[in-house]
T-cell receptor, first 120, second 115 residues
């Protein structure tokens, strides 16, 4: 079984300051990693994903994340945040579970979420 | 790309009643997932369809829950004899392809409140 731990439940930060949201995962196999953002009363929007290759991945809205296999981490960063970045952020891993049809079905296991609050 | 659509957005019902939610995935997506999100938690996987076949169900999906995707397009999730613990946001997601690395696109969810 896989698990995801987001180390901070809430992160307050001032506008234009840098931010890092931390994510650690546990898995006995290779994983795919994702960061999603959720605004109030809305679904999840994909920010970025790590599948393979370069360990630094860039996403939408100026976010980036670095995959560190030895530390089993996938921390999300942004050099300068805006008020509009206030939201809840979820780290997720893709399960390599095999479905009844013999295909890898990609169940996502999510962390508990980090609420980012950007103050003016 | 009109996105994943879920209906209704909110549902308030009394304990013991049955409820049904609908999800319309992105039109060409063959995979469809249901998740449940309780307050202060990340979403938890419930079930998964590839086309019309339901290929995986979580242990979270008790006998009171049933999901269908009759023609491989829209899906419904029904909860019978609702309980207080069923109060949550129910999220639907869809993706395209055969591999687990394809990103899932989420709808805005149905928020269920049990009185």
């Amino acid at each position: 079984a896989q698990s995801v731990t987001q180390l901070d439940s809430q992160v307050p930060v001032f506008e234009e300051a840098p931010v890092e949201l931390r994510c650690n995962y546990s898995s006995s196999v290779s994983v795919y990693l994702f960061w999603y953002v959720q605004y109030p009363n809305q679904g999840l929007q994909l920010l970025l994903k790590y599948l393979s290759g370069s360990t630094l991945v860039k996403g939408i809205n100026g976010f980036e994340a670095e995959f560190n296999k030895s530390q089993t981490s996938f921390h999300l960063r942004k050099p300068s945040v805006h008020i509009s970045d206030t939201a809840e952020y979820f780290c997720a891993v893709s399960d390599h579970g095999i479905d009844a049809g013999g295909t890898s079905y990609g169940k996502l296991t999510f962390g508990q979420g980090t609420i980012l609050t950007v103050h003016p | 790309d009109t996105g994943v659509s879920q209906d209704p957005r909110h549902k308030i019902t009394k304990r013991g009643q049955n409820v049904t939610f609908r999800c319309d995935p992105i039109s060409e997506h063959n995979r469809l997932y249901w998740y449940r999100q309780t307050l202060g938690q990340g979403p938890e996987f419930l079930t998964y369809f590839q086309n019309e076949a339901q290929l995986e169900k979580s242990r979270l999906l008790s006998d009171r829950f049933s999901a269908e995707r009759p023609k491989g397009s829209f899906s419904t999730l029904e909860i019978q004899r609702t309980e207080q613990g069923d109060s949550a946001m129910y999220l639907c997601a869809s993706s395209l392809g055969q591999l687990s690395n394809q990103p899932q696109h989420f709808g805005d969810g149905t928020r269920l409140s049990i009185l």
